[in-house]
């Protein structure tokens, strides 16, 4: 063989453009079958709209029709009624990759790359040579802008075809048609699932879709609230990498170390400011720019060595409990499940991003029970049907020993089996996706300990439910056969001695010895008046009026021998509106209601009972009751309150 | 809710540097946690010096040294014998995302990106703040030069910190030291199964691997042989996508469509070039760059549909089944499977990409029975570790029933649960792998379709293997019973009448009425004596002479009542080289060796025998054996010809 020097291999070597990568690499965006492409140009325009809709504070009404020509050529049209974009950025935002508005801000969005759509027009004109067709309209009165571009892919730069302005009825919006080879007869189903799965996490979008057929759904748009905007936030210094902070104090304006700091990352103030500084050893007056990596080493250790508040929640959108419940519930609703359960844990940071879990679980019912259970994944609101073997959340998931709640999972380890569906969303402002397909999240310890912990909690709950059921049940059976046999018994003695019947109460407070809690449920629809919209709160502010009134009823009955006195806490809802509340409590949060109960005599009851506005019916469906100041063996029906 | 504006939106938008991308995004280049960002840093490195070693036609030799230094970084060298890189090409290559030799060029090789090796340095940078050190000597006698770089990631470009010229011991390599931030204690097994696998499957390559605490293992050189260097190809006209075809036609420099078909595509000759035109309709003598899109569409339909030679192998570089067997013998001696099998798939077309399956599967022992199945994944040689769930090899076998085979697999879907381990490994020009850090293939229908037909073929011969294990057992019982039992009966019987021993060879065949063939696997050492290198053959240029002969007898028993004449094929493996053959033989191919067996009459046998040199003791230790022109049902230890 003969060798090969460093000159000749020299000559070989060249720059690739970004778009070039891609073209040879589409299925890195997601287009590596005709199945999954279908679904991807979807999936990418509506994302797309979805965020300039919200963004622009628009109610986002979309618009998605496929025609499959012969030859598996399928054209996708996606239409919103978002801002538009001004003329200038049309070529930008889809002719060229790696162009975006949203890279740079550290908030919650659905697209981060600046990747998407323009993979999609790049797709479509490497499988199919046609032009993508781009129309938007940026305000009412003006024309539409028509502009039929391609993509140079050794350049990664848009070339226009032709552009015209024509009229359109719409007030604004954008209008995105790309044809694109597909695999339409495969690939519809999974397109109309990540609709339907769109619309049940983005209630406040009505979408439709325009089979090849002719066939129209329509997602009807169920809240008319647009989510709460994620704001933008500045970097948070638990977990930025000693690069970026470099790289940071490289393009400051800020002249000394102490306003660099304050000015830019999010949650230091004066005070945390100088433990920093005080904890690396280095001179808050110090310039930034001339800061040695030794110097910067210590401020970043320090950084992870002091107390600095979590980072601020706003950037962040979660879907909230009721919501992930009222969604599964809706999927779940022919299987007619056992329970479903949710959990939400407190914001967390990786690498210096913020994000949240969320999870759900649903057991039993009609669901399969041989089969693995099914998981539904999230992120930022966005469903993710592919990839889930190589998804964080699924190793996370795996990774739990199910065995212990009731499911099959062969030696403690991966998906288990069982008649379960589990659901977990993952809001962040940066999601870190194996990939630019956005279809799996990386295996980062800190999203994985946060998921594990979120299902640890699903199935920690799930445990206390079958059990409050069990001991429920058998102080239930307990309790008829004293509360019905005994004065049974007392009537026939009476009667066989001729005597008046005894009065049981406390004999039967004697056998049963505990506080017995009970509740019910009910909802009740009601009219607008203007006495119950104040009733329902003057917080609705952006809240859902949904004119169901969920009405929860809890029976308190003492059966020990004493007196009992204690405080009673109702887990409620974060999303709803506390109406009226009987007796009068002493505390209300946004998460519990706590009532100090009077001095109770054994053998009597006490009513407690609260209005909840802002829920669909159903959404809150159980009490989840706790007792403080009386020990808990004590009492059925609620358990011991461990504080806020 | 106020409304934003599409201008004020589009103040936002900017262009994203890759640099800057895979910065913020380093999850996706396998930086995702400090466990794999270790193993990421040490492979890139690795697969870099193999490709350039191999390209150069260099026997590899590669040092690999980890220091773990306080706060969780890592200091890792690479070091390889290598070619050397130019000096104007160093800030490039090693400061430069998307630029590399390798992208352009249709052939296997590691690297294809242009991304790994600076992104370990764009990942050091980020997590330490310290520069990589480079140094690079391309010729004997020439002074090594030592380059400091960064890399700045709003421009994607080097920046070098000092340059300086050294001498250097080598005649010629380069040798990269980069600090990054990584977890030394859980990533350290990673990194020494990485590159324990990759001197599997790089039999050529010497690897010295120096731990942290001085500790130094020796991944052996077991051939002198550098691997066929593939070939750059041409695009292949199957699956070539229509976009590329009219890109193509466009820079093309030919005028005419039949000299810019036959130059620019592989496989294409004079007479399928006028039959791609003859059905597509075209004039031959079209100047490419003049034609519209429906012409491309009609030329681009037309090659899916002729009959088109399958692309040369040359461009791939497949491990090959013996080395495959080898390997899985060497990583399972300790278990003593029961058997071992292998599979080599034909090479395939997806998206004009040449690719190749290989398959192997280890059974038996005392593998654990009831975990799921191990996956050993390569790509191109190179071990895939991570992102297992996520690879299309691994969806192949999870959609095959495996409990036909005899192994555990809920509802027939899965991972497979059993005493196995199985390896797959594709090799083609372009991986195409789901990100950018290379841990997991797409689910590319073409590639998915061929791992299954490997699996199957394993599968079934598996299932062959039993069965004649099954059948050649109860046949040998009854052989056992006549050849043993009967004699002894009869010389009894004898005695007791005085008279003498009857003949009972017929009444043997009479009762058995099979051809029973059996054989036995010797090795034998060689001295290199002119004669036995002559013996071993003299195609042995490049092949290696391990000085082991293995000499395979093969019985044939007539044990049927007619005499019997027919033709006898023994498998070989490829990369054997045939020695004497006895008897004299009618055919001998790459892949068997056909005898014609003169008529053996009734109770008698005939030796065969053949000696293969080129392999390992144990490279070939059972003969896979057929024959043609007898009724296969009469012959016990062959099964029928089913042709070439």
């Known amino acids: 063989m003969t060798k090969v020097t460093a000159q000749e291999l020299a000559k070989k070597q060249k720059e690739i453009s970004v778009a070039e990568f891609f073209e040879r690499n589409k299925h890195i965006l997601g287009f590596g079958n005709q199945t999954r492409a279908l679904l991807t140009s979807v999936k990418e325009g509506v994302d797309n709209s979805l965020d300039s809709c919200e963004e622009a504070g628009i109610l986002p009404d979309i618009y998605v029709e496929i025609n499959n020509h012969e030859d598996g050529e399928c054209k996708v049209i996606i239409e919103d009624n978002g801002p538009g974009i001004i003329n200038q950025q049309i070529p930008h935002i889809f002719g060229r990759l790696l162009y975006g508005s949203r890279f740079h801000a550290i908030r919650q969005s659905r697209g981060q790359q600046g990747i998407g759509i323009s993979a999609v027009i790049l797709y479509g004109q490497l499988t199919t040579g046609k032009h993508a067709k781009i129309q938007s309209k940026i305000e009412e009165g003006r024309p539409v802008t028509v502009v039929e571009l391609a993509i140079d892919t050794n350049k990664n730069r848009a070339e226009v075809i032709s552009r015209k302005t024509d009229h359109w009825d719409k007030p604004s919006g954008t209008r995105v048609e790309v044809s694109v080879v597909a695999d339409y007869k495969?690939?519809?189903?999974?397109?109309?699932?990540y609709l339907q799965s769109?619309?049940?996490?983005?209630?406040h979008a009505q979408i439709t879709f325009k089979e090849h057929d002719g066939t129209v759904h329509v997602f009807?748009?169920?809240?008319?609230?647009?989510p709460k905007k994620s704001i933008e936030i500045k970097p948070h210094p638990y977990g930025v990498e000693l690069g970026t902070l470099i790289k940071m104090a490289k393009n400051t304006k800020s002249r000394k170390l102490s306003s660099f700091i304050k000015s830019e990352f999010s949650s230091m103030g004066d005070r945390t400011t100088i433990a920093a500084c005080e904890k690396a050893g280095l001179d808050r007056d110090l310039n930034p720019r001339n800061m040695t990596r030794e110097q910067f080493l210590a401020l970043h250790k320090a950084f992870q060595e002091i107390k600095i508040m979590a980072p601020s929640m706003d950037c962040l959108s979660p879907i909230g409990e009721t919501l992930i419940k009222r969604s599964l519930k809706h999927e779940t609703k022919e299987i007619s499940p056992e329970f479903i359960i949710t959990a939400s844990r407190p914001p967390s940071v990786y690498s210096g991003n913020p994000f949240q879990i969320e999870a759900g679980l649903v057991y039993g019912?009609?669901?399969?029970?041989?089969?693995?259970?099914?998981?539904?994944?999230?992120a930022n609101r966005v469903p993710l049907l592919y990839q889930q073997g190589g998804c964080v959340t699924t190793s996370a998931i795996s990774s739990i020993d199910w065995r212990r709640y009731g499911l099959d999972q062969p030696s403690g380890k991966g998906i288990p089996s069982g008649p379960a569906i589990f659901l977990v969303h993952v809001s962040s402002t940066q999601i870190p996706f194996t990939s630019e397909s956005k279809e799996a999240i990386a295996d980062v310890p800190e999203i994985e300990n946060e998921v594990k912990l979120a299902f640890r909690e699903c199935a920690r709950k799930v445990q206390k439910h079958i059990y409050k059921k069990v001991?429920?049940?058998?102080?239930?059976?307990?309790?008829?056969?004293?509360?019905?046999?005994?004065?049974?018994?007392?009537?026939?003695?009476?009667k066989m001695l001729e005597k008046p019947v005894p009065m049981l109460d406390e004999i039967i407070t004697k056998i049963m010895d505990v506080v017995w809690i009970e509740d019910i449920i009910e909802y009740e629809k009601i009219k607008r008046t203007p006495l119950q919209t104040t009733l329902v709160g003057e917080n609705l502010d952006g809240q859902q009026?949904?004119?169901?009134?969920?009405k929860s009823k809890i029976l308190v009955a003492n059966y020990k021998r004493t007196p009992q006195q204690f405080n009673l806490y109702a887990l409620i809802p974060e999303d709803a509106v506390v109406g009226t509340v009987e007796p009068k409590p002493i505390k209300i949060t946004n998460n519990?209601?706590?009532?100090?109960?009077?001095t109770i005599p054994p053998a009597k009851?006490?009513?407690?009972?609260?209005?909840?506005a802002g829920l669909d019916k159903g959404d809150f469906d159980e009490n989840d009751l706790y007792v403080e100041q009386i020990n808990p063996a004590y009492v059925i029906g609620a358990d011991k309150w461990e504080g806020d």
């Open 471 to 494: 001991r429920r049940q058998k102080t239930r059976e307990k309790f008829d056969l004293i509360t019905k046999i005994l004065p049974e018994i007392a009537k026939k003695s009476a």
């Open 220 to 226: 009807e748009r169920t809240s008319e609230v647009i």
């Open 545 to 550: 009026q949904t004119g169901i009134i969920t």
């Open 186 to 193: 495969r690939g519809r189903r999974f397109v109309y699932d």
């Open 605 to 612: 009851k006490v009513d407690v009972s609260f209005e909840l």
């Open 198 to 203: 769109t619309s049940i996490v983005n209630p």
């Open 365 to 378: 019912g009609t669901l399969p029970k041989d089969t693995p259970v099914q998981i539904m994944r999230f």
């Open 592 to 598: 519990y209601i706590k009532w100090k109960l009077n």
